[in-house]
T-cell receptor, first 113, second 115 residues
Framework: GNSVTQMEGPVTLSEEAFLTINCTYTATGYPSLFWYVQYPGEGLQLLLK?????DKGSNKGFEATYRKETTSFHLEKGSVQVSDSAVYFC????????????FGSGTRLLVRP | DGGITQSPKYLFRKEGQNVTLSCEQNLNHDAMYWYRQDPGQGLRLIYY???????QKGDIAEGYSVSREKKESFPLTVTSAQKNPTAFYLC??????????????FGDGTRLSIL
C-alpha cells in the first residue's frame, strides 16, 4: 500500500539556520503531496501542497518540490525562526475516491535562539 | 470565521464507560474524518464519511463508532471495547471533488485520558 517516510527527529537548529526535513513516499498513480505543521496542543495546519510532478509548493518561507523521479517531497526553509518550532508531517492523498490522506510519523523541529 | 470545532478539549473516562467526542464544521465540506494520534507517532485514521448517513472504517476502527446524521457534524464514540483509548483525537474535513488535491482542515483536537 501507499506510505510516507519522514526523517526521524528531533531536528535541533539555531535561529537563521537552513532547514531540510526529508520525506519520501511510495504510491501508485500520481498522488497529491502535502506538508502540515502542528504546534503544541493544537491540530494540524496545512503548510503547503503540490499536486503534480515538478510542482513547488511554498508558504511562509517554506518550500517543497514534488520529485517523481526520486519519489520525494523534502521540506526546506532558508532561515528558521524560534517560532517555527513544531512538528511537521508529510502526507499524500490516496489516488482513489476515498480522499484519504496517508501521513508520515512526523518530525519535531526545535529552533534555539 | 469558518472552521472545525472539537469539544471538549480535555476528556476523562472511567474504565467501562463510553464517551463521545464532538466535531462540528461550518465549512460546508462533504467529507469528515477522525484520526488518533499517539505520542511521537503520526495520525491513524479511525473512520471517515464522504456524505451524510454514510461512513467507512479506517485503519483502526475497532472499539469506536460514529454517526453522520448532519453534514456539519461527525461525533465519535469511544466505547468500552477500546482497550487503550488514551490519545489525542483529531477531526478533519475536506471537499470531495474529482481530483485528489483537496487538503484536509483540522480541529484543535480532544485529549482523552483514562482515570
Amino acid at each position: 500500500g501507499n506510505s510516507v517516510t519522514q526523517m526521524e527527529g528531533p531536528v535541533t537548529l539555531s535561529e537563521e539556520a537552513f532547514l531540510t526535513i526529508n520525506c519520501t513516499y511510495t504510491a501508485t498513480g500520481y498522488p497529491s503531496l502535502f506538508w502540515y505543521v502542528q504546534y503544541p496542543g493544537e491540530g494540524l495546519q496545512l503548510l503547503l501542497k503540490a499536486t503534480k510532478a515538478d510542482d513547488k509548493g511554498s508558504n511562509k518561507g517554506f518550500e517543497a518540490t514534488y520529485r517523481k523521479e526520486t519519489t520525494s517531497f523534502h521540506l526546506e526553509k532558508g532561515s528558521v525562526q524560534v517560532s517555527d518550532s513544531a512538528v511537521y508531517f508529510c502526507a499524500l492523498s490516496e489516488v482513489d475516491s476515498s480522499y484519504k490522506l496517508i501521513f508520515g510519523s512526523g518530525t519535531r523541529l526545535l529552533v534555539r535562539p | 470565521d469558518g472552521g472545525i470545532t472539537q469539544s471538549p478539549k480535555y476528556l476523562f473516562r472511567k474504565e467501562g464507560q463510553n464517551v463521545t467526542l464532538s466535531c462540528e464544521q461550518n465549512l460546508n465540506h462533504d467529507a469528515m474524518y477522525w484520526y488518533r494520534q499517539d505520542p511521537g507517532q503520526g495520525l491513524r485514521l479511525i473512520y471517515y464519511s464522504q456524505i451524510v448517513n454514510d461512513f467507512q472504517k479506517g485503519d483502526i476502527a475497532e472499539g469506536y463508532s460514529v454517526s453522520r446524521e448532519k453534514k456539519e457534524s461527525f461525533p465519535l464514540t469511544v466505547t468500552s471495547a477500546q482497550k487503550n483509548p488514551t490519545a489525542f483525537y483529531l477531526c478533519a474535513s475536506s471537499w470531495t471533488h474529482r481530483n485528489s488535491n483537496q487538503p484536509q482542515h483540522f480541529g484543535d483536537g480532544t485529549r482523552l485520558s483514562i482515570l
